[in-house]
Each structure stands twice: as structure tokens, then as C-alpha cells.
T-cell receptor, first 115, second 112 residues
Framework: DVKVTQSSRYLVKRTGEKVFLECVQD?????MFWYRQDPGLGLRLIYF???????EKGDIPEGYSVSREKKERFSLILESASTNQTSMYLC??????????????FGSGTRLTVV | GNSVTQMEGPVTLSEEAFLTINCTYT??????LFWYVQYPGEGLQLLLK?????DKGSNKGFEATYRKETTSFHLEKGSVQVSDSAVYFC???????????FGAGTRLFVKA
């Protein structure tokens, strides 16, 4: 069964900390994505990556960065965590071949609380 | 720009009732359409998809037909179960695009 694994289900961090959210997929997918999900705001795209070493800003990249050094791993970094980054973070991957016709495979999510 | 509009929830049904969750879209060209489901505390799962007009996607008793003339992709199930309680998201990827556009989600409660 194909899988996207997010390293933590729940995290609590302090304001100002540097936070790393890790995502690993075992499907050899080229495309990977980070979303945040907030009540009333739906899913918002933070960053995405077409392939290894490549990254593109999504709709709300401010305060975040990403790293994709290996094909299977896509990391989201909060440079200096703030309380308004408290959210559910969802990682997803997708096969690139005829990409528009393929759906995402999502991880289980990381619920981050910044105090 | 591209957009997806879903009916507002929550939708509350009794077990074995018929379910319809409406979804309409705006897009240029010929988008691919998807339904995702999110169970409590989990990430989203792909439920079904359709890639061209008049295609019907189906999975686990759920169905949706790609209607280009009405720009709709309504989700239906003939007999819901308590275990179907979740949030359902309609989504599209346009024919030349890369990012997925999600609807706001519709929460479904099924009572025993």
C-alpha cells in the first residue's frame, strides 16, 4: 500500500523556535506538496516541489521554507515559529506523469501548536 | 480564475438515507475532477475521480458524474452508514495546470 508518512502527529513548540516538519513518500513520486488546513479557511498551499532540488512558492509561503534533497523526502521549515502558525499541516505527493489526471496521496497530518 | 463551490454543511442524515453533496466548478479547458474524504484526525484520502466529460467515478458505493454542461460533479451514495461521517472535499486540476483547487469541504454526520 502506497504511503506518505509525516514524522509527527502532534507537536507543541515555543514561539521563536525553528521547527522542522518531515514528510516521506515511498511511491517514487516526483511532485510533493505542503498544505495547511484551518477551520473556515480550507486547505491552503504553502510550497510545492516538482522534483528533487526544486521548489516553488504556493499561496502562503511567508514564514516558511522547504527542502527537497532526496526524491522521497520533503521538509517544511518554520524559521521562527509564531502563534499564527498553529495549524494542521498536510503533506501530499503525486505522480508527475500526466499529472493533472492523478490525485494526491496525503499523509495523516501534523497538528502543530505554537505557544 | 478556477474555483470550486460546494454546498455548505453540516449535512446530517440517518443511516441508510440517500446522500447528495453538490459541487460546481469554474475552470478553463477540460479539468480533472476529484472527491476527497477526510475522517476525523486524519489526512485527506482520494475517494474518486473523473477526467473527462460524462465520466463517472465510483468507489465504496459513492459515485459522481462529470457534467460539463452544468459544470458540476455532485457526490452521491444510495445508503449511507455511520462510518461515512467525515468531511468531503471536491477538487479540480485544470487541463494545463499543476495545483489542485479545493472546495471548502462539506461535513457529513450520519446518525444510527
Amino acid at each position: 500500500d502506497v504511503k506518505v508518512t509525516q514524522s509527527s502527529r502532534y507537536l507543541v513548540k515555543r514561539t521563536g523556535e525553528k521547527v522542522f516538519l518531515e514528510c516521506v513518500q515511498d511511491m517514487d513520486h516526483e511532485n510533493m506538496f505542503w498544505y495547511r488546513q484551518d477551520p473556515g479557511l480550507g486547505l491552503r498551499l504553502i510550497y510545492f516541489s516538482y522534483d528533487v532540488k526544486m521548489k516553488e512558492k504556493g499561496d502562503i509561503p511567508e514564514g516558511y521554507s522547504v527542502s527537497r534533497e532526496k526524491k522521497e523526502r520533503f521538509s517544511l521549515i518554520l524559521e521562527s515559529a509564531s502563534t499564527n502558525q498553529t495549524s494542521m499541516y498536510l503533506c501530499a505527493s503525486r505522480e508527475a506523469r500526466s499529472g493533472a489526471n492523478y490525485g494526491y496521496t496525503f499523509g495523516s497530518g501534523t497538528r502543530l501548536t505554537v505557544v | 480564475g478556477n474555483s470550486v463551490t460546494q454546498m455548505e454543511g453540516p449535512v446530517t442524515l440517518s443511516e441508510e438515507a440517500f446522500l447528495t453533496i453538490n459541487c460546481t466548478y469554474t475552470a478553463t479547458g477540460y479539468p480533472s475532477l476529484f472527491w476527497y474524504v477526510q475522517y476525523p484526525g486524519e489526512g485527506l484520502q482520494l475517494l474518486l475521480k473523473a477526467t473527462k466529460a460524462d465520466d463517472k467515478g465510483s468507489n465504496k458505493g459513492f459515485e459522481a458524474t462529470y457534467r460539463k454542461e452544468t459544470t458540476s460533479f455532485h457526490l452521491e451514495k444510495g445508503s449511507v452508514q455511520v462510518s461515512d461521517s467525515a468531511v468531503y472535499f471536491c477538487a479540480l486540476v485544470d487541463s494545463g495546470g499543476f495545483k489542485t483547487i479545493f472546495g471548502a469541504g462539506t461535513r457529513l454526520f450520519v446518525k444510527a
